[in-house]
């Protein structure tokens, strides 16, 4: 393990140091501007180690910041990428939300969090409409007994009323992320 400074963009040291170790490979968390000089460093190292990053960095945006060449290779940990994702069963529903989106937002690119908002105001719906009701516990019953199919993935509760979010792998690949695992 290894950590950097937030506002660090050096980051050769730290790659040396994983090149020294032996590492056969990188989990990188850090912002998108972290993230591109990262991956830009490592190729002028000529590191070729796989890289994994958490499910806040998009490729929409980090290609914007980094350059789609730089990312090839990389795996992103994903709940859901409103952009139908090669592999994604959820692709037609998601090509039909972006279009939309683009439509009414056409400055704006849809990314992780529109999913999920979406996802959350229509879950609230629907408890609302069974349970007839807009009192907190009735609600809050209702939300219980959610059973929904999102764009994030299929919604419902355990007994601490947590949802879990469909969790998936991405590779991207000729500029694409494609899904390889679930």
Known sequence: SEFYNVNEVDFKPLLLKVRSAGASGIMFTGDIRATANFRKQMRELGLTLPVYLSGGQTLVTLGKVAGLDVLEGVYI???TIPNALEGDPRSPALQAFVK???DR???YEPERG???AHDAIMVLADAIARAKSVEAEAIRKALAATTYSGLSGDIKFDGKGQSRP???LTRVRDGR???VAR
Do not use: D, E, I, N
């Open 77 to 79: 940990l994903g709940y």
């Open 100 to 102: 939309k989106f683009k």
């Open 105 to 107: 937002f056409p400055q």
């Open 114 to 116: 529109t999913a999920h």
């Open 166 to 168: 469909a969790l998936f």
């Open 177 to 179: 992320q494609v899904v």
